[in-house]
Structures are given as C-alpha cells and as structure tokens.
C-alpha cells in the first residue's frame, strides 16, 4: 500500500524528486502552498495576475524581486509513481476569506487559485507513470478563475503521462482544466495513458496544451472528457505540431457561459478534439494529423444558445490584419461528429473561423483525408467555414460505407455559413489549382 502523506515534495533549481507514495494535499499551508504572479496577459503590458497556489509534487524557489512570492524552478525532474490527490476546497475557502477582507472584494480579474498536481519551470522533464487525482470540489458559484493543473512546465520541457490523470467534481463556472502543458513554447506533451474528465462546471477545458509555439503535441493514449464550456482536447498557437494517434471522446454539455476575465475572449460554447488559434503571422506552421479516432457529441439545450459548435479540427484566426501561412490538416483515421438538442448546430470534421467574425480568411490545405460517404451538399458537415480559403487540389479523399462510389463534387465539400454569405465575406475552394467560389 501507498504510504500516505498530506504533505507536499517539493524541490529546487535542478532537482530530482520521485513519488512513490500516496500524497493527498488539501490544506494550503507549509510546504504544500505558495503565491507567485506572472504578467504574459495578452494586450495587456504591466498588468500582472496574482496566484495562490496547491502543489503536489513541485520545483520551486525564491523569487529574489519579491520577498515571500515563489517561482517554478528550472532543470528539475518528476517522477510520480505512485498517487496525487489534490483537492480545491481549502485553498479556495483561504481566498474568499481574504478577498473579502481586500480593497477590492469584487474585483477577481487579475486572481486566480491553482491546484498544480506537477510542476516546474523551464528546461525540466515531468513523468506521470501512477495515477493524479484533481478535485475541483470549490464552491460551485465561485467567482474566480480556478485552474485544475495536473502536469506544467515551462518552455524546453518534456511531459509525458503514461499513467492516469483524472478530474472529477462539481466545478465551477469560472474553472480552467489544464491537462498536460503550460502556456510556453517548445514544449513536447505526450500522452501515452489515460486522461479523463467529468465536471458539471467548467469555463474551458485544454488537455494537451501550449499558448507557445514550435512544439508538439502528441496523444496516443486514451482522452475522454465530458464538461461544459469550452472544451479544446488538443489546443495550440500556430506552429505546434498536434498528432492523434489514440482515442479522444468528448461529450460536450454545451452552455453559454459569461467569461468574467477581460483577457479571455467571449464566445459561444465550442468542442474540439484539435484547436489552433493564431494572429495574422509569417510563421511557418505545422500539419495537424489524425490517424487515430475521434468521436464529439455535441448535447444542446436551451442553455447553449444558438451558436453553440462542435468540430474535429479547428482553426481560429484571431486579429483581422494581414494573411496567415497555410494550415494542413490530414484525417487518415476515423472523425465522428455528432449533436442532439432544440436546434441544429454547425457541426462538422473540420471548421475555420466559424466563431471569428469579419472577412480575414484563413489559407487551409487538406491532405490525405478518410470520411464516411454522405450527400455533403445536404449535411454541411465536412469543412465548414465563415472566411477561408481551401486548397483541395491535392486532397486524396478515402470515402467509406455504402454510397463510396458515388462521385463527389469538390465544391460541396465546402460549406460557408448563410451569414458569412450575406456578408459577402471570403470563401474559395481550389481544386487542381482552379479556384472556385
């Protein structure tokens, strides 16, 4: 039996740390908490975010420009192998008990409260080969942003679980799920075991995850997640390479929430196995693959609004000026999207700006891609726009079932929104280098 400790393990700047017992970590106090503050806040300069912290198993040290704040300490190396349990309850209650004694009781924009099961800074390599346990169990009408982090680390650094990692509780609607990454470049995430979540609350939920570029993302385990708000499975900034080569299954109980911090975007509810959002740039970017299976089931009520969205693949351009390099996306395995509900939703295996509104096409390239065999003119499932330009013209599309002989029109494989239409916005289709609008 795992021995159990309810204290944390905690090292410094090139550490070395392995767990083979059983840490349930809940009271914020001691070695198991620390506050720090970071200030990479998009269009925002100077404005920094003030966290208090959870740590189950960590690399930490001494921020010597600011007496008794923490930093994510670098060149470490975590092992777990046996179990981390880490529970939200506690440290939240600590930040309501103080907040209401603040200058500001009402102001949560620039708080967050973070549960870190894992975590380290730069260049440092975190291995989960045992099982991690978030427990999002705060008061479900919490205001502030709660980040459920099961694995982070800065950039340069390698994150691999092969064990299982879990979140479960009621949530809130203001909760962040983080999986298995941070918000830095040259990261290389891969999942070899078992993700899952299963949250009535969440605000948005990223599993595999950067805000970084030139690294990869891979999953060739199992990810099943079922939550509200926004679910990402696999989410990145241009220039990330994502590849499925497992299962990801995701159920998604859509419902329009109001984003409270003002430097998270507003959107309607979205889920996606793979997600990459970008600026108008001249990077160059990466393929986007799937050979495994992903299946999204999208479960609108009224709560959803209209415009709630479901897609294999998606592709968001955020920024109106100047033109983004070309995206490729290849299917060789198996994509399912599904949706029940009051009305239908814009669902399909791929979308491209459908929630970007405004004439800013994206270039996107289809490689080789399987699909089940449909009547695409009718269902508006397949690739599915607002503002793109698709490149087909050397798409090798593999149709299945019993209508795969049936010749297929290259410019009904493409579905612009009646609104985007209207609007008299972009969207071409080139095939064998012939553009068709």
């Not at 705060?138 to 990692?165: F, K, P, T």
């Not at 983080?178 to 599993?207: C, F, K, P």
């Not at 695409?376 to 593999?398: G, Q």
């Not at 494989?413 to 009646?418: A, I, N, P």
Request: proline share 4%.
């Amino acid at each position: 039996m795992n021995k159990l400790s309810n204290k944390a393990i905690v090292v410094g700047k090139g550490g070395y740390a392995v767990n083979y017992g059983h840490l349930d970590i809940s009271q914020p106090m001691g070695i198991n908490y620390f506050e720090y503050r970071h200030g990479n806040i998009p269009g925002q300069p100077g404005v920094e975010v003030k966290n208090i912290a959870l740590c189950g198993l960590a690399a930490l040290e001494d921020n010597p420009t600011r007496p008794g704040d923490k930093m994510l300490a670098s060149n470490a190396t975590l092992i777990n192998r046996g179990v981390i349990d880490i529970h939200f309850k506690e440290i939240y209650a600590l930040y309501k008990e103080r907040k209401t004694k603040s200058d500001e009781p009402d102001n949560y924009n620039n708080d967050t409260v973070r549960c870190y099961a894992m975590v380290a800074g730069t260049d440092s390599m975190l291995i989960n080969e045992g099982v991690i346990n978030v427990y999002m169990d705060q008061e479900i009408d919490a205001e502030v942003s709660l980040y459920g982090c099961a694995m982070w680390a800065n950039a340069h650094s390698l994150m691999i679980n092969r064990g299982e990692i879990h979140f479960v509780g009621n949530g809130s609607w203001q909760s962040y799920i983080r999986g298995v990454g941070s918000m830095d470049s040259h990261l290389q995430v891969i999942n070899e075991g078992t993700i899952t979540v299963d949250l009535e609350r969440a605000y948005q939920t990223r599993i595999l995850h950067t805000a970084g570029q030139y690294g990869s993302l891979t999953n060739n385990g199992l990810i099943r997640v079922k939550t509200s708000g926004r679910i990402m499975v696999l989410g990145c900034l241009a220039g990330t390479r994502m590849t499925n080569n497992g299962q990801i299954e995701i159920t998604s109980i859509a419902t329009f929430l109001e984003n409270k911090v003002s430097y998270h975007y507003q959107f309607d509810p979205l889920a996606t196995a793979m997600y990459e959002h970008f600026l108008p740039n001249n990077l160059p970017t990466c393929p986007t693959v799937n050979r495994g299976t992903i299946k999204v089931h999208l479960c609108g009520t009224e709560a959803s609004g209209l415009n709630a969205v479901a897609f294999g693949f998606y592709c968001h351009q955020v920024g109106t000026q100047g033109e983004t390099p070309v995206h490729l996306m290849i299917n060789e395995g198996n994509i399912e999207v599904t949706q029940e509900g009051p009305v239908h939703y814009n669902t399909a295996e791929v979308g491209v700006n459908v929630q970007s509104v405004g004439d800013f096409p994206v270039n996107v390239k289809i490689g080789p891609w399987k699909t089940k065999a449909r009547d695409f003119a009718v269902t508006h499932d397949l690739f599915i726009c607002r503002s793109a330009k698709f490149d087909l013209s050397e798409m090798e599309l593999e149709l299945t079932g019993e209508d795969s002989s049936t010749p297929m029109d290259a410019k009904q494989l493409v579905y612009q929104l009646e609104a985007s239409k209207e609007a008299k916005e972009t969207c071409e289709v080139k095939v064998a280098n012939r553009p068709m609008n």
